[in-house]
């Protein structure tokens, strides 16, 4: 399981699927789904279901788990003698761009460079500090006539950072937030190939999530699940970090707590952890979780919603890194949450 999961996880590393453009990682994860579920389809804005049915007595009820595919990265907005000026998708960390290489989706894949003018040709107030995205420039080191011909305006621009993996646990690479839990809940869907589970299982790889929450919002509209449960990463605990909001990665994923959360979701998905023996922080998250459980829980008359959290460093960077323990035990406990739902569930959740 590990290995099948480890190199999906490698692939989409390597693969662009920038927010609101995500076809290259769908047909992967489609890919490694496929065997292990029993319909696949797409939404029209782009976010894949996959259901396994359950065995229970039909109507069925359904769980949602809902892990985002898409990815921050830039697309061209001019084209200025021969380099090319970016406008960020997502969000992005100035701090550590320039230098970084990056792949140019032209009218063929460029490789490029992510260059920053000098210090005396910005504006005065924008000399000290990180430069701001909108000052950058990628140099695929071609002539400007060239670069005419094969670069305009709307192609996008992706992290070409390979993936590495660093002592015995740890993952390195771009788009781990957040297609570290798309392998986290491949890796759920291949524990249930051992285990039955009485609820139907949508598997959503959802679209937008970085840019408008698009997917989620109505994937959840169109599935109208019982439950549903968002995977995405936190904030890994590092030196200079706060340790009142930050994680320990390899100690195990997060279960939120807030306004944004079911109170009897969250019971459950800690009773599965500890049947399971997965370690489970609290995350407390007093306002909008910044996942695609704002979405999920407003979708119709409303979703009983949990969230889990894999603890990231270097969050909305070319070089984030994660525990793939953490990455494993998430899948684990996405597995057991799910076998153990009863028939009564439903009726069991309170929100005290």
Same mark, same amino acid.
């Given at each position: 399981?590990?290995?099948?999961?480890?190199?999906?996880?490698?692939?989409?590393?390597?693969?662009?699927?920038?927010?609101?453009?995500?076809?290259?990682?769908?047909?992967?994860?489609?890919?490694?789904?496929?065997?292990?579920?029993?319909?696949?389809?797409?939404?029209?804005?782009?976010?894949?279901?996959?259901?396994?049915?359950?065995?229970?007595?039909?109507?069925?009820?359904?769980?949602?788990?809902?892990?985002?595919?898409?990815?921050?990265?830039?697309?061209?907005?001019?084209?200025?003698?021969?380099?090319?000026?970016?406008?960020?998708?997502?969000?992005?960390?100035?701090?550590?761009?320039?230098?970084?290489?990056? =792949?140019?989706?032209?009218?063929?894949?460029?490789?490029?460079?992510?260059?920053?003018?000098?210090?005396?040709?910005?504006?005065?107030?924008?000399?000290?500090?990180?430069?701001?995205?909108?000052?950058?420039?990628?140099?695929?080191?071609?002539?400007?006539?060239?670069?005419?011909?094969?670069?305009?305006?709307?192609?996008?621009?992706?992290?070409?950072?390979?993936?590495?993996?660093?002592?015995?646990?740890?993952?390195?690479?771009?788009?781990?937030?957040?297609?570290?839990?798309?392998?986290?809940?491949?890796?759920?869907?291949?524990?249930?190939?051992?285990?039955?589970?009485?609820?139907?299982?949508?598997?959503?790889?959802?679209?937008?999530?970085?840019?408008?929450?698009?997917?989620?919002?109505?994937?959840?509209?169109?599935?109208?699940?019982?439950?549903?449960?968002?995977?995405?990463?936190?904030?890994?605990?590092?030196?200079?970090?706060?340790?009142?909001?930050?994680?320990?990665?390899?100690?195990?994923? =997060?279960?939120?707590?807030?306004?944004?959360?079911?109170?009897?979701?969250?019971?459950?998905?800690?009773?599965?952890?500890?049947?399971?023996?997965?370690?489970?922080?609290?995350?407390?998250?007093?306002?909008?979780?910044?996942?695609?459980?704002?979405?999920?829980?407003?979708?119709?008359?409303?979703?009983?919603?949990?969230?889990?959290?894999?603890?990231?460093?270097?969050?909305?960077?070319?070089?984030?890194?994660?525990?793939?323990?953490?990455?494993?035990?998430?899948?684990?406990?996405?597995?057991?949450?799910?076998?153990?739902?009863?028939?009564?569930?439903?009726?069991?959740?309170?929100?005290?």
């Amino acid at each position: 399981m590990g290995d099948v999961m480890l190199n999906l996880l490698k692939d989409l590393i390597r693969l662009p699927g920038l927010s609101g453009h995500e076809r290259p990682a769908q047909e992967r994860i489609q890919a490694a789904w496929e065997p292990l579920v029993d319909e696949l389809s797409l939404s029209p804005i782009g976010s894949l279901h996959a259901l396994k049915r359950g065995s229970g007595a039909a109507p069925r009820p359904s769980v949602l788990v809902a892990t985002h595919m898409d990815a921050i990265g830039m697309m061209v907005s001019m084209l200025d003698q021969g380099l090319l000026r970016v406008a960020e998708i997502g969000g992005l960390e100035p701090r550590v761009l320039p230098g970084q290489p990056v =792949t140019v989706h032209g009218r063929r894949d460029l490789p490029g460079l992510l260059v920053q003018p000098p210090a005396h040709a910005l504006p005065a107030e924008d000399r000290k500090g990180p430069v701001p995205v909108k000052y950058l420039m990628v140099d695929i080191g071609l002539p400007p006539a060239q670069v005419a011909r094969l670069v305009r305006p709307g192609d996008l621009v992706s992290f070409a950072q390979e993936p590495f993996e660093q002592g015995e646990d740890r993952l390195v690479g771009h788009s781990l937030d957040n297609r570290a839990s798309v392998a986290a809940l491949t890796a759920c869907l291949l524990e249930l190939q051992q285990r039955t589970h009485l609820w139907d299982l949508w598997s959503v790889a959802t679209a937008q999530e970085e840019e408008t929450l698009g997917g989620a919002l109505t994937s959840a509209f169109a599935l109208r699940p019982t439950v549903a449960i968002a995977v995405d990463v936190t904030w890994a605990r590092a030196p200079g970090l706060p340790e009142h909001r930050t994680f320990p990665m390899g100690d195990g994923p =997060t279960n939120a707590w807030g306004p944004n959360i079911h109170p009897g979701v969250h019971q459950a998905l800690k009773e599965a952890a500890g049947r399971v023996e997965v370690p489970l922080a609290l995350e407390p998250l007093p306002a909008h979780s910044g996942t695609d459980a704002f979405a999920l829980q407003i979708a119709g008359e409303g979703i009983p919603t949990g969230v889990l959290g894999i603890p990231l460093l270097n969050m909305h960077t070319p070089v984030e890194a994660v525990s793939i323990a953490d990455i494993r035990r998430t899948g684990r406990l996405l597995a057991e949450f799910v076998a153990g739902l009863t028939a009564d569930f439903l009726q069991t959740l309170t929100l005290d």
